[in-house]
């Protein structure tokens, strides 16, 4: 890599709706540049960017793909970024590493719901954007239609560069609004009418230029090419081009204008953190360092790759870095220069630039490496929370050995799939943002790993608890030769308080003979000692708790765990030679099941907080279908863009299919998240099936 000067790196990524062309059109560009010696094509399997498997199988790109062009004199770094919701992730670490995001828009299809949310994400996180009308010569095109959807959706400050010269089979061309071509017959637009709109957007953002312009002097194309390039970074100014990737229309037009007007990374200060101090910090070869890791991938081939975003400073191949996360220092062996699947080694990288660190365990995205002198680190990357999830289990039991540092690695690349183990009901739970995500990891579990796997909906994790109070005992007797096992005790079940201080609860007034006590507050749970006279000696009174903390995990009633209630032992028998901490454990555990059953047993389920953002027209939709599944508002709150954040609870086992729903009821324009709230009672209605469906699961593995 030739270090560039920072002034002539621009660094673009391609977002927007699945289909619109995007990744066609990063071929386009890289054929005319030279890098590909022909214009690969995603729906044929030749795209020079969609090399993996799935991306071949599937036509549609999935991971965000990274490459480059040197036009004019201008280092163009582009990111080809996927299109369907299922994979944000890749788009949000994108938009992290770049000033300008280029959304793309296809002509026929209009404003779809991820162009949209690419354009909003891009204002939010502070990326200049641009727009870029694909597939203009396309059938049943509405370009006038569509201008003025986007002047509608994003503001009227979105302008032609161009104007396409006809439309669907006879585009011919486009027109440069500031310098037409002399033969402007078909133009879709009125060519002086949008150099006008033109130049009053980019004059906004200069106050003398504007004041010249206004006391009608002419200006200059250099001046006009400057405003218009401020006036972008001020966000005066949202330029739009119009192509035909797969036409050759256009396409030398647009890398003309990003290599005149968008910004370079000297032209906007990167957003860092000092401490917990907000600073700006506009990035130079000869500044300290600061880079950030946007992206992981761990090839089968190459090892782990840690994709960086230089901002500031000179990164050398073999350089020791600091690692922010860690207060450790690292080495990077290795630093490559990226074009789509092929790399290349570079020695070393500047502001602006993009390279990835190869074999370095130590990088997971979002990490922050400097030179260690001044505690400067980026914010970290806000990737949403993957919201559908499924119980997996090894179809094998060579599977079995594998499954978990299989998709651990996966959980390293994507950061918006997680797996855990659900402690309660002992499942390994894998969590992604659709059905369509989660079966392209099993895929990948498949054809990387050599991992296959059998899934199902995860176990709602309920809880068990009583409502009133219930005493008993148990005796625990077993002979069979040599020395037995004898223990008894009594004990006494109630309800614990939500809430309950446990020093000002837990006192000799309220239990009477109380010698001690031991409280979990993260089950509100109490083990109470109420013992006189021996009757259960004091070695086996741990063993007495143990044998009650077992049982809680067991459950008494539907196989759940046991919270909010108070056990009391307050008396027993031992025997001299059969009596041990085994005997008083098992008959605690037992005495307990009895004495649950009779102290008004309950189920309790978890209730999870939801946040639906949804279009403001669909709101009578998702409050009906809510209310079918158990669920209550709690407020609503306005967005830009007719959109609505609706607020609700609702029990988790009526929202383990949600997303679907949520998709179905707003045509792919909404999403959620959710939260753990807290658990409630219940309904007796669903309590009786929960506790049959529970007997007959256990009757089944018995």
Not at 278 to 296: I, S
Request: net charge negative; aromatic share 6%.
């Amino acid at each position: 890599m030739s270090m560039h000067q920072v002034g002539e790196v621009r660094n673009i990524v391609l977002v927007g709706h699945g289909a619109v062309g995007k990744t066609t059109l990063a071929d386009r560009i890289l054929f005319k540049e030279g890098v590909n010696s022909r214009a690969g094509s995603p729906e044929e399997g030749t795209s020079f960017l969609d090399t993996d498997d799935d991306e071949k199988a599937r036509k549609h790109t999935i991971a965000s793909h990274v490459c480059h062009v040197d036009h004019g004199g201008i280092r163009i770094n582009l990111i080809d970024c996927p299109g369907m919701p299922d994979f944000a992730g890749q788009v949000i670490g994108s938009l992290r590493a770049v000033e300008t995001a280029l959304v793309v828009i296809s002509a026929p299809a209009g404003i779809e719901v991820n162009s949209r949310k690419a354009f909003r994400n891009a204002g939010r996180d502070g990326r200049q954007q641009m727009l870029v009308i694909s597939k203009c010569d396309a059938d049943n095109t509405n370009l006038e239609g569509l201008l003025e959807s986007i002047h509608e959706q994003f503001g009227p400050q979105c302008v032609p560069i161009n104007i396409p010269l006809g439309t669907g089979a006879n585009l011919r061309g486009v027109a440069n609004v500031l310098k037409p071509p002399e033969n402007v017959d078909g133009a879709v637009f009125d060519i002086g009418q949008a150099r006008e709109h033109l130049i009053d957007a980019a004059v906004e953002a200069d106050e003398e230029l504007m004041m010249r312009y206004l006391d009608g002097e002419q200006l200059g194309d250099a001046e006009l090419n400057g405003a218009i390039r401020k006036a972008i970074v001020a966000r005066t100014l949202t330029p739009i081009f119009f192509v035909s990737a797969k036409g050759d229309i256009g396409v030398a037009e647009l890398l003309d204008g990003l290599a005149a007007y968008a910004p370079s990374p000297a032209d906007i200060p990167s957003q860092v953190l000092e401490g917990d101090e907000p600073k700006e910090l506009y990035g130079t070869a000869e500044g300290p360092l600061v880079a950030q890791v946007f992206k992981t991938r761990i090839d089968p081939f190459v090892g782990r790759m840690s994709f960086l975003r230089i901002y500031s400073g000179t990164l050398h191949k073999d350089a020791s870095v600091h690692l922010e996360r860690t207060g450790k220092n690292i080495k990077l062996h290795q630093l490559m220069e990226l074009q789509g699947a092929h790399h290349e080694q570079v020695a070393e990288a500047g502001p602006g630039d993009i390279v990835v660190a190869v074999k370095v365990d130590d990088l997971k995205t979002g990490d922050t490496i400097t030179c260690g002198a001044d505690g400067v680190r980026l914010p970290k990357i806000q990737f949403p929370k993957p919201m559908v999830g499924l119980a997996v289990e090894p179809k094998s039991q060579a599977d079995q050995a594998k499954i978990s540092t299989a998709l651990h690695k996966i959980e390293e690349e994507d950061p918006t799939f997680e797996v855990h183990r659900e402690e309660q009901t002992h499942e390994m739970v894998i969590q992604g943002m659709s059905e369509l995500h989660l079966q392209l990891v099993q895929q990948r579990l498949h054809d990387r790993e050599k991992v296959d796997v059998v899934t199902h909906l995860p176990h709602v994790p309920y809880r068990e608890t009583v409502m009133g109070a219930a005493e008993g005992s148990y005796r625990h007797k077993k002979q069979s030769g040599g020395s037995g096992q004898f223990a008894e005790v009594h004990m006494r079940v109630s309800a614990c308080p939500q809430d309950v201080v446990p020093e000002e609860y837990f006192t000799k007034d309220r239990f009477a003979g109380m010698r001690s006590y031991h409280y979990d507050p993260e089950l509100n749970f109490c083990f109470v000692d109420r013992v006189s006279g021996g009757s259960v000696p004091n070695q086996f009174i741990p063993a007495v708790e143990k044998g009650v903390k077992e049982r809680m995990t067991k459950g008494a009633l539907a196989g759940n765990q046991i919270q909010d209630i108070v056990v009391e032992l307050f008396f027993g028998k031992d025997h001299p030679v059969d009596s041990n901490e085994t005997a008083f454990r098992l008959a605690a555990s037992y005495c307990l099941r009895e004495i649950f059953q009779q102290a008004k047993p309950a189920l309790l389920e978890p209730v999870v907080a939801l946040e639906i953002t949804i279009p403001s027209d669909k709101i009578g939709d998702i409050t009906s279908d809510l209310n079918t599944r158990r669920g209550r508002m709690e407020g609503m709150d306005e967005l830009p863009g007719n959109m609505t954040v609706v607020h609700a609870k609702a029990p988790l086992a009526e929202v383990m299919t949600y997303a679907r729903n949520v998709s179905s009821l707003t045509a792919g324009q909404g999403s959620f998240t959710l939260e753990f709230s807290h658990y409630e009672m219940v309904p007796g209605n669903e309590q009786a099936k929960i506790i049959a469906a529970a007997k007959q699961e256990e009757e089944a593995h018995h």
